[in-house]
């Protein structure tokens, strides 16, 4: 964990961050669930899919990443020679702990025949162990690309993963994963919000679960979320993902009205990611001063996970032509 207590009193975060990222050349990517105050000092914030393409492209020599784990391992994987950092290293997620590297390799070997289509939610090993990474703003357009009668596993998240078969009915073997933040929402809650406001649209994120995905008007990605909120013609939107987002849309449309999905007990509360909430400004000071804590992965180790995010980002684009599909053939 970081030691907060060597943050010398009195100093002015802000100015310090701003002055640490200069003298560093650090660029600072934050993710849309990632608390106001950091989005705000960000110089890109984004979606998985996003974020990854900003930090394959970046000329900074420090990627200082305001995320979870996962994503600050997919900097790395794809800017090996960059340093990054993350404000605080045990900020994990859900679905990476519900897929074991072991397990899933294990998996694998059980279907020989089946490739293997990952969310990007996941280590690096099982990056390494996988054909093609997608983000929930890429699956689709990637896994259209693929022919229906290939076998697929798609893992950690069966929320994603089931939507998807039901959209495009396909019948990919879903590893059992769930995001503990979407798994929150309330069905029951929900019901009464749509009642409080009738004229008002439902927009979620696919790793919500089937009984929420059902009332939605929208489904789709964080930053496809943003767009919808941006041209729905109504004032009022409720909005089934973490809550954080709604500071983009907040400060994009101050006329509108944003509502997050309640859980059980009736507010959003739940649905804080509490591994996203592990960031803050105090944290992103001292890992831009001491260069820690630092993301290292063995380089066979990432040379292996970059083929299926350099996979994802090539599909993810939309110029992959039916030769290419031969390379993601199953083992």
């Known amino acids: 964990m970081t ?30 669930y990632q608390k106001p105050e950091l989005q705000d000092l960000a110089d890109f914030v984004g979606d998985s899919l996003e974020l990854s393409r900003k930090a394959a492209d970046t000329d900074a020599d420090v990627i200082a990443f305001c995320g979870v784990k996962f994503m600050a391992e997919t900097a790395k994987i794809l800017s090996p020679e960059k340093i990054v950092v993350l404000p605080d ?22 279907h020989p025949d089946h490739i293997a289509l990952t969310y990007i939610n996941c280590s690096t090993e099982v990056k390494a162990l996988s054909d093609v990474i997608v983000t929930s703003s890429s699956a689709e357009t990637i896994l259209q690309q693929i022919p229906k009668d290939q076998k697929i596993i798609f893992g950690p998240d069966r929320h994603l993963g089931g939507y998807l078969n039901r959209k495009f009915d396909r019948d990919m073997l879903l590893w059992p994963g769930v995001c503990i933040v979407h798994e929150a929402f309330s069905e029951t809650e929900l019901l009464k919000l749509k009642a409080e406001h009738p004229e008002a649209p439902v927009a979620a994120h696919p790793e919500c679960p089937p009984h929420i995905i059902d009332h939605a008007d929208m489904v789709g990605s964080t930053s496809a979320i943003l767009t919808y909120a941006k041209n729905f013609p109504g004032d009022t939107l409720i909005v089934a993902t973490e ?7 907040e400060k994009a449309l101050p006329e509108k009205t944003f509502i ?24 992103l000071y001292l890992c831009l001063r001491d260069m820690e804590p630092r993301i290292e992965i ?23 032509g039916k030769g290419d599909l031969g390379a993601i053939d199953g083992d």
């Not at 975060?13 to 993710?31: C, G, P, Q, S, Y």
């Not at 809550?243 to 849309?249: K, L, T």
């Open 3 to 32: 030691n907060q207590t060597a943050i010398p009193a009195g100093i002015d975060l802000r100015e310090e961050i701003d002055r640490l990222r200069k003298e560093r050349n650090a660029v600072i990517l934050a993710h849309y």
């Open 89 to 110: 290293m045990d900020a994990g997620c859900s679905l990476e702990d519900s897929c074991p590297p072991e397990k899933f390799k294990a998996f694998r070997e059980r």
């Open 243 to 249: 809550p954080h987002i709604m500071h983009q849309m």
């Open 260 to 283: 997050g999905a309640p859980g059980a007990d009736g507010n959003c509360n739940c649905n804080i990611c509490p591994y996203m909430a592990l960031n803050n400004l105090e944290k």
């Open 298 to 320: 063995e380089e066979s180790l990432r040379a292996d996970a970059q083929k299926s995010l350099d996979k994802m980002l090539e599909m993810a684009g939309g110029t992959v």
